[in-house]
């Protein structure tokens, strides 16, 4: 690839364009075939990635160390349209298809006549974003000749220096020094949490209401955590109602710092990291005040001496009086159960129903948060 000053972080995406012609082939089995080929991106002799482009079978090869999409067969990984819902488009007058392969922010990008038939995170492709992404120095065609691209361009588009500070108004807190911030924000709200990369992690983010918590996000490590509505399900954990979870989606470092997204609504608590969903938690009526709007956030830290940071998203309109008013007689239970029932919204059932696969409250509640 040619070589540019800007380095993996601050590159704003990096293009390979090539036009291609359909090529006959004879296959090894007899028949001709129509294959616009494979373009794979390399690090000296190392082959990092591979994409293999094919028209007539109407799927796309891919070959890399870690990923693992669609059915494997002859060393590569075949995605094809039946299992993620696209196709090739038609080709040009003269049988030719210009394809567009992009390192985005978050995603390798494979498009053809501006149509996109790929996207894969680089998740599914490396454990090391940075690495990855700067190691690649070459661009190799598997054909030459008649196979070669018609046309060829590279493009590394760069940020400019004066415009790759982060937008985002970060505040640090530590195990020593606890972070109070207030919340205003409509009926979406949005949480940053940064830390470096290469470090393990156990925070708490609390959301409070203007008299009361609410709830809290907490996180033990890259792989688990737990979000606890206070005065929810029986409220046999400090008077309420807590969650565990794993998280088996890669973490993606965003140059020096991972960032933790955490959106909460009305109806749902989601916690992404680099446009990745790592897990997400609907609320039903046994979580209590997890859907009560945030008006203060505050953090806690254990068992890490470093620093994070905090960062809000944007404030926007808050929810009208009347409508989180009609969300509260919506949701709250009117009754409390015994200990040996579940609390649906308009009635108690037998504990035994809950989590059966069989949904007996009228919401489903009891069906939510399965494992």
């Not at 190392?46 to 002859?74: C, D, K, T, Y």
């Not at 008077?239 to 565990?244: C, F, L, Y």
């Not at 933790?260 to 990291?273: A, C, D, P, Y």
């Amino acid at each position: 690839m040619v070589e540019t000053s800007c380095t993996p972080s601050s590159w704003v995406q990096e293009t390979v364009t090539a036009t291609r012609k359909l090529t006959k082939l004879e296959h090894k089995f007899g028949t001709t075939m129509q294959w616009n080929g494979d373009i794979a991106f390399h690090a000296g002799d190392e082959e990092l990635l591979l994409i293999g482009l094919h028209p007539e079978w109407n799927n796309i090869a891919v070959r890399n160390g870690m990923f693992a999409r669609g059915r494997s067969e002859w060393g590569y990984w075949w995605v094809d349209n039946e299992s993620d819902g696209w196709s090739y488009p038609a080709s040009n007058d003269d049988f030719s298809r210009e394809y567009i392969f992009s390192f985005k922010e978050d995603n390798f990008v494979v498009t053809c006549q501006n149509e996109v038939l790929l996207t894969i995170a680089y998740g599914e492709l490396t454990a090391d974003t940075q690495e990855f992404l700067s190691s690649i120095d070459s661009v190799k065609f598997k054909f030459e000749g008649e196979g070669a691209p018609k046309a060829f361009q590279h493009a590394r588009t760069c940020q400019d220096p004066d415009d790759s500070e982060d937008y985002r108004d970060w505040k640090t807190f530590s195990l020593s020094d606890q972070l109070t911030m207030t919340v205003n924000s409509g009926p979406e709200e949005t949480y940053f949490v940064r830390f470096p990369c290469s470090d393990s992690i156990w925070f708490k983010l609390f959301l409070d209401g203007e008299t009361e918590q609410n709830s809290h996000i907490e996180l033990f490590s890259r792989t688990r955590g737990n979000i606890y509505c206070n005065k929810g399900g029986y409220r046999n954990w400090y008077g309420g109602q807590r969650t565990d979870f794993n998280i088996y989606s890669s973490w993606q470092c965003d140059g020096q710092f991972m960032i933790l997204e955490v959106v909460k609504t009305t109806e749902q608590i989601v916690l992404k990291n680099g446009g990745n969903i790592l897990y997400s938690k609907q609320l039903g009526t046994r979580d209590g005040n997890c859907y009560k709007k945030t008006d203060e956030v505050r953090t806690q830290v254990w068992d890490y001496d470093g620093e994070l940071s905090l960062a809000l998203g944007d404030s926007t309109e808050e929810a009208t009086e009347e409508a989180t008013e009609e969300f509260t007689r919506t949701t709250d239970p009117p009754t409390v159960c015994s200990w040996d029932e579940f609390t649906c919204v308009d009635r108690c059932i037998p504990i035994g129903w809950e989590c059966d696969g069989i949904k007996d409250c009228n919401g489903g509640e009891d069906e939510f948060d399965c494992y």
